[in-house]
């Protein structure tokens, strides 16, 4: 089913002549939700195919991914593990409403340390998981593999090829590829990193065919899941005036980027922009909890 893309009509677009639009892939699904959905897509297809009856993956204590896994797993018959990053976790996982969505919707959980977790690509690693939760089907930390990007690759649809730039928020780089695979020669692909580092230009060109992408490494906010009371006035103020919904982890932080390179001249007058919305909105309820125990200001949902 098509999503609609929506008009974002603000006082800077008029005076820069400039035109953004938001793909509203977080409207797809109630619960998988935006990119999740298309990286999960051909891995639901795969994992019934090989017969295989349990999805196992990895992910942070709010990761979207975790939920979207949970969800499918109970949509399609499968059994779901989630080996979450920080054992300290396991004593008051319920207060993690990322955890507890998850675990209402039949996910089984393993809390490791954050040095075993580094090891989650590790063949003996995996290979002691199978012996502890019988064989799996193996979905990598944020969804990203090959079967994912194609799923994303399916993100763009017929009437985008009007747009100039497309923009997208990074984590594991699985969508932006998807979308570089899938852009016309003619249009540049931006991506809006959660992370510090350049490292994640060389994740991208693992499943990216073309070169026509770069990456804006300055709006990360000082690093994964690291907010600013600027970021969340942005946020706040930004669905205020468009009705439109941002997290503060991946989404917020790519509006607030397009926004500001706007503002500073960075495109050409008569460019027309499209940014995806990769969802991610379960979020906001656990950030709100540690903004407010950090006294900073809440996001309005």
């Known amino acids: 089913m098509p999503i609609e893309n929506q008009n974002v009509t603000l006082p800077i677009l008029a005076k820069k002549q400039i035109s953004l639009a938001i793909k509203r892939e977080d409207l797809r699904h109630p619960q998988i939700s935006g990119n999740k959905y298309r990286k999960l897509k051909y891995n639901l297809e795969e994992a019934k195919a090989k017969k295989e009856h349990s999805l196992l993956t990895f992910g942070g204590a709010f990761s979207n991914h975790i939920v979207a896994t949970a969800y ?42 954050r040095d075993d977790y580094r090891n989650k690509e590790n063949h003996d690693f995996l290979n002691r998981l199978k012996a502890e939760f019988g064989n799996f089907y193996h979905l990598p930390e944020g969804g990203t593999n090959t079967l994912a990007v194609k799923g994303c690759e399916e993100i763009l649809e017929y009437g985008d090829a009007d747009f100039d730039i497309i923009c997208c928020s990074v984590g594991t780089g699985g969508t932006l590829a998807g979308i570089i695979n899938s852009a016309k020669p003619s249009q540049e692909v931006l991506g809006f990193p959660a992370l510090k580092g350049e490292f994640l230009m060389e994740d991208i060109r693992k499943f990216a065919v073309r070169e026509n992408w770069g990456l804006q490494l300055d709006y990360h906010f000082g690093g994964y899941a690291k907010v600013t009371s600027a970021l969340i006035h942005f946020i706040n103020d930004f669905h205020d005036k468009t009705h439109i919904p941002l997290d503060a982890i991946y989404t917020g932080k790519m509006i607030f980027g397009i926004m500001d390179l706007i503002k500073n001249n960075h495109f050409q007058p008569k460019t027309k922009i499209l940014a995806i919305h990769t969802g991610g909105l379960q979020g906001i309820e656990g950030m709100n909890l540690r903004l407010k125990m950090k006294n900073l200001p809440e996001i309005h949902v």
């Open 72 to 113: 499918a797993g109970k949509l399609h018959g499968f059994k779901t593990i989630g080996i979450i990053r920080g054992d300290e976790l396991s004593d008051n996982w319920k207060a993690n409403p990322t955890l507890l969505r998850a675990a209402k919707n039949g996910m089984q959980f393993k809390f490791v340390s």
